[in-house]
RNA sequence: GGCGACGUGGCCGAGUGGUUAGGCAGAGGUCUGCAAAACCUUGUACAGCGGUUCAAAUCCGCUCGUCGCCUCCA
């Protein structure tokens, strides 16, 4: 069975047909670096990261572009409003590219700890004002833009698909939206492909029209997908908030330039606090950086790839430990399993086989990571069934150990290539192994008393004692 | 107002005409000196109302409710 994708522009499932076979190129919108990512982002971006990894897992090779917005988009409306990138330029009082490449370098450093790979390429908005101005004279000389007061507009009547989308009709765009006073637009809804700069604006580029001006944002996105990845490629994504207008705006354009651009569309759902969207604008964000103080960056990436793309997410504190929960279960199957295993053995994949067809079977369903999350928690009972048991196939082992790596690591990005043992320093390991050896002695005099005080207060410190047959270990506690 | 998504047991979350999803939390048990982990047992839910059907959470209609987009947003 192929590998079905929702698209959005369709609205159904399809088959996966990439224009070259055996390849997968996808583009998404990345962020806007005028602030540090939030929670939001994450759910973007883990979301992607899993499609481009089971992408890869199923054997395409895998061409990923996600571009950096570093022109702000304007906070306001039309010409009142302020560039976002401007007012925080201003407010650090930094040079607003300073500005970009910070947050630029803060977001792939979160992107990181989220196990997030990173795309081949990042191209930058100001990097490719050529190319963009070149795409709006073009379309200026079909008549499909029209330039104003030194601004350049798309006209939307011009383009009969306008709205296909997002299933909008121009004639009732404007119904319980705002109505617009002044405007160098014919149309409400045309946009802008270039804006005039006024003078003291600080990113302004040479153009033909009035000497200088900036973009508008849904350009970029167009030329930077298809120079990169040629006039059609295979995926398009972004989050759900982008389908209208950008999406919308970004397809018009491609249409007028004659490029079939994408053939799949990929929207991701949002991420709600309390019900409510989690976004900038609003505030009730909560940036990455402060959530991994209290949360490993592993679990909020379980928390993300547990639910499905298209399904809004709730976030919570609660949630989050709930995730941990299950997320532990996991990983203390697969680190028994690791403990367990002879390293001389390897795995042959005789066992467990329906397990994987069933896991691939989920993800082939528009990527549905629930259902393949299911198949692993199945799979890591069966595990450690099979652990309980006095001698183990060891054969077993290896394939359980290979499917846990494999699906869990390489495709969902949750079971690192090692448990625990990397964040422990030598000296503390050293010193743990001196406490398990006094508390093995306590115990085997019955001194009961001594032995669980040493438990108890490494439990306070975050180290967990676990008695078994086999004698005593530990781990450390999760952050939370 | 337009467009779209959605409403499943305490929470999260699959399912889609008749047969166990899965996880977390809870309860009881096995193991253990006691814990922890693991294992076993335990929940008869599908917003409401009507209809189709031998049979509906699953199909159809209506109602109610929640959320998103229509302004920058992942």
Redesign the pocket.
């Known amino acids: 069975m192929p590998l079905q994708i929702y698209n959005s522009y369709s609205?159904k499932k399809e088959p996966f047909m990439s224009v070259q076979e055996g390849q997968a190129s996808m583009y998404v919108?990345?962020?806007?670096v005028y602030s540090d990512s939030?929670l939001?982002?994450a759910?973007?971006?883990v979301s992607f990261d899993v499609i481009l990894r089971y992408l890869r897992y199923r054997g395409y090779k895998t061409f990923y572009v996600q571009n950096i917005?570093d022109v702000g988009?304007?906070?306001g409306?039309d010409n009142d409003g302020e560039d976002?990138m401007l007012k925080q330029a201003r407010e650090l009082d930094q040079e607003p590219m300073v500005v970009a490449e910070n947050f630029t370098r803060r977001h792939f450093e979160v992107m990181d700890c989220l196990g997030v790979i990173r795309p081949d390429i990042s191209p930058r908005a100001t990097g490719h004002i050529p190319e963009q101005l070149e795409a709006i004279e073009i379309l200026l000389k079909k008549g499909l833009a029209y330039e104003s007061n030194g601004s350049v507009y798309f006209e939307i009547s011009k383009d009969p698909k306008y709205g296909e989308l997002?299933?909008?009709?121009i004639e009732?765009?404007q119904?319980?939206?705002?109505v617009k006073v002044r405007s160098e637009k014919r149309h409400?809804?045309d946009?802008a492909l270039w804006k005039k700069a006024e003078k003291g604006h600080l990113m302004r580029w040479r153009d033909p029209f009035s000497g200088w001006g900036y973009p508008g944002?849904h350009t970029e996105c167009v030329v930077m997908s298809t120079r990169y990845l040629g006039k059609e490629f295979d995926i398009h994504g972004?989050?759900?908030?982008?389908?209208?207008?950008?999406h919308e705006c970004e397809i018009a354009q491609a249409r007028g330039l004659e490029k079939p651009f994408a053939r799949n569309w990929i929207h991701?759902?949002?991420?709600?606090v309390g019900?409510?969207?989690?976004?900038?604008?609003t505030g009730n964000?909560i940036t990455l950086f402060d959530l991994f103080k209290k949360f490993d960056p592993l679990i909020i990436r379980y928390f993300i790839a547990?639910?499905?793309y298209?399904?809004?997410?709730?976030f919570s504190e609660?949630?989050l430990?709930?995730a941990n929960?299950?997320l532990?279960?996991l990983k203390?199957?697969v680190k028994k399993l690791r403990d367990n295993k002879q390293s001389k053995i390897k795995s042959k994949g005789k066992y467990f086989v329906e397990y994987k067809k069933r896991f691939c079977h989920a993800m082939d369903?528009d990527f549905?990571t629930?259902?393949a999350?299911?198949v692993l928690?199945?799979l890591?009972?069966e595990v450690?069934?099979l652990?309980?048991k006095r001698d183990p196939d060891q054969e077993a082992i290896a394939d359980a150990e290979c499917l846990f790596s494999s699906l869990g690591g390489d495709v969902l990005g949750i079971i690192p290539e090692s448990i625990e043992k990397e964040q422990v320093d030598l000296n503390l390991k050293g010193v743990l192994d001196i406490f398990v050896e006094l508390r093995t002695n306590l115990?085997n005099r019955k001194d009961?008393e001594n032995?669980?005080l040493i438990?108890d207060r490494l439990d306070d410190i975050g180290i967990?004692?676990?008695?078994?047959h086999e004698g005593t270990g530990w781990e450390k506690k999760n952050k939370n």
Request: glycine letters at 10%.
């Open positions: 609205g919108c990345g962020p806007t939030h939001g982002h759910k973007a971006y917005t988009h304007l906070l409306e976002r997002s299933n909008r009709i009732e765009m119904g319980g939206a705002r409400p809804g946009f944002w972004g989050g759900m908030d982008l389908k209208f207008p950008h991701t759902n949002i991420l709600t019900g409510q969207k989690m976004s900038k604008s964000f547990a639910s499905h298209r399904s809004v997410v709730d609660r949630a430990g709930d929960n299950s532990n279960r203390q199957t369903d549905s629930p259902k999350f299911a928690f199945e890591s009972h450690n069934n652990l309980s115990r009961y032995a669980d438990r967990v004692f676990k008695d078994s």
